[in-house]
Each structure stands twice: as structure tokens, then as C-alpha cells.
């Protein structure tokens, strides 16, 4: 059966329209019934009933549009993976009018990174995988797909000589794979000049951008050369802590029906209802970040003049190594940053036990501030002297900023600081 079912255009509209506009309306009234509901309705069914025996038939072919088998196409997860289309790609489109944009739902982060990887590599290839990654993209990569025949060679992003050496020494490589910013050691990747190194020394291949922590709304990788792009919605797209889920977005068919096949074949499709979550957190997304953004940078900022604070990570920070980079590459500088207490683990384990608001929990993105503690947490996985080479210390604490009043959020690190 051919895909009829995962959207793979922008809505002709919404190429003229600002990001507020489209994530609010874009995908809305995507192939609704007669009876239209203001927002997407929730299509919670596990099949989809033809009108008789060749309807049936010619939706299996590919020649009607109709949906057959939830796992395999839903009008719900389409809704959501045609704004994403709007908001990952409508730009590109812009420049690239003949051109098609192409987003697949996922149950989660890691099935659309793993969905992607597989799409682009085959048993006997080599993915070149970033030094500093998700936890659970490095273990993956490894430890599971290396068992099926991928082999994975780890890339210091942030030094394009070493990016470049890394493409020549592997022709049989066929996707790199990597974050920006990075987690969570925020640094910045140049996705505009690995792409380039890419395309220079070997277009086949494929480009993959992790873009969660900065979202569509701060940075969009595809106008800057990826070739496909990916999000765990658990966190800013979705934004309120209540669903995992996962997209990616592409601008090739080939990868795109590649994509299909895994949720088709493996069956890591979102339920309907997880994809109207998502859709609903969609909406406000620009509000959110703009307030992320805000906070996180107050807080910086307050963190790097404070005696107990060896280092603070942030972009929007000029002590950043790559901050003109981050100014050149995002619209902000996202709601993620991480600092090291001078006491080390001891004194950060003291802050995260006593401090107030921040709650203490793994994931990002939330709406409320997030704290953790990267080395025994979200990158227990990663090897200790790996997790030391990337920047990933016992000591660093991890922040996730909200959207509470940022003079509130100050006070309670003030007070957690004070018993350090």
C-alpha cells in the first residue's frame, strides 16, 4: 500500500504567513468531514470503514485518499504532522517552490531518531553520530543498532576539520547525526557549514538535526541545508509535560517513504489522542518560547556573577564560545542552560534536594522549571570517561527554565545557593 496518508505538503496559504499564524491554523481543517469542528477532533479509532468492498480497495492501492488502520495513517496525527510541515518547512518551500515537505508522527523522541537513522542507513553502512548527544540516541547507536550491522563513529561537531576528516575516512557513511544545542552541554553546532562540508565531500549523505531544544520557532534546520529533522514533542512542542511523542520532518520522498515504512512495519505510530495533545501545545508555542528565552537569559545572567558558580552554559551569554554563532544561527537563545557549582556533585546534590518551584525531574521543555543532574540522570548511560571528554561533569546541573515570573525563579536558586 502506498502512503495516501502523511501530508507532504505546506498549505499554499500559509507560505505568506508569520509562525504565530501558522501554528495556531496551519493543518487545522486538513481533510475534515462535513461536519467541521472548530479545533481538531480526536479521531480515538483503531480502523476507518469503507463505503464498500473497491473503496476499500483502491485506499490500499493508493489511488483514493482514505484512511485504513490507525498505526498506518490518522486524520488527528495528520492535522499535526501538516503544521509541522508549516512550521519546520514553509520557508524552505519559499525557496524550493517544486519541492515537497514531509513530517511523520512518532509515539516518541527516540523512535523518530531511530526511525530516521534507519530510513537513511542499512546493514554494512556507518552513521557518524555527535560527541555530546541524548543519552539515549548514543546508546541506541552503539548498543542496539550496532547488533543489525551499523556501525556508528563518533564526530566532534564543534571542530569542522574533524567533521570533514570524519566524512573522508568513512565513505560508506550515510547520515550524520546530530544536536543543536546541545544536550546538555549547550553547545552549538554549525548546521549551515556541516551541511556544506556535507554536499562538498559526499551528498549521500544525509543530514539529521535533533532540533528540540531549540524548536522550529528558534531555529529551523532545513533552510540551512539538513536533509531531515527531528523532535522529541515530550518537550517545547508540546510543552506541558503530558505526552511523549516524536516527529520528522524531511524534504526528500525517498526518505520520507523510508520513514513510512518503519511506522508502517515497526508500528511506532502516536495514538490520536497523544497527537492532539501535541497539536494543542503547537498553538502556543511562540508565546511559550519567548517566555523560555526571556527567563533563561535572566537567570544566566544571575548565575554567572554568583560566587558559588564555577561556570554557567547558555549561548545568549557572551562568555560563550559560541555565541556569535548561536546570534547567527537562532532567533533566540532557547530555555535550556546548565552551571557547575565550585562544591561539585555534593553541592549540587544539596541545591536540587532543597530548592523551591524548580521541581526535580528528568525531560525538558515544560511549561514549570525542571532541574537534574546529567551524570546520574539523562546520561547514567553514556560511559564516564565519554560523558568527561563531551563536558558532561559529575558536577553539572541541568535547567530546564519555565515560564514562572523570573524574579521568583532567582529568589528560590538565592535560597537553594545559600545552603550550598
Known sequence: ????????FVEQFFLDCGFATRALHAGEHVKQPHTPSHTTPIYQSSTFIFQNAEEGA???KGETPGYVYTRMGNPTVHALEAKINALEGANWKMTHPEARVSTLAFSSGMAAVSAAIMACASAGDTILLGDVVYGATEHLCFHLLDRFGLNTVEVRMSDLAAVEAAIRANP??????F????????EIVDIAAVARIVKAVNPSIRVIVDNT???PYLQRPLEMGADVVVHSTTKYIGGHGAVVGGLATTVHDDVKDELYKV????GNSPSPFDAWLVNMGVKTLPIRMDKHCDNAMKIARYLEKHPKVARVLYPGLESHPQHQLAKRQMAQFGGMLSFELKGGIEAGRKLMNSIKIFTLAVSLGCVDSLIQHPASMTHAAVPQEKRLKGGVTDGLVRVSVGIEDADDLIRALRDALELV
Not at 500500500?1 to 507532504?8: F, L, R
Open 179 to 186: 544536536e543543536t544545542p546541545v544536550n546538555p552541554t549547550l
Open 1 to 8: 500500500m502506498e502512503d495516501s496518508k502523511s501530508p507532504d
Open 213 to 215: 531544544f531549540a524548536t
Open 172 to 177: 560508506k557513511a550515510k547520515a550524520i547525526v
Open 58 to 60: 483502491r485506499i490500499f
Open 263 to 266: 511506522i508502517k512495519d515497526i
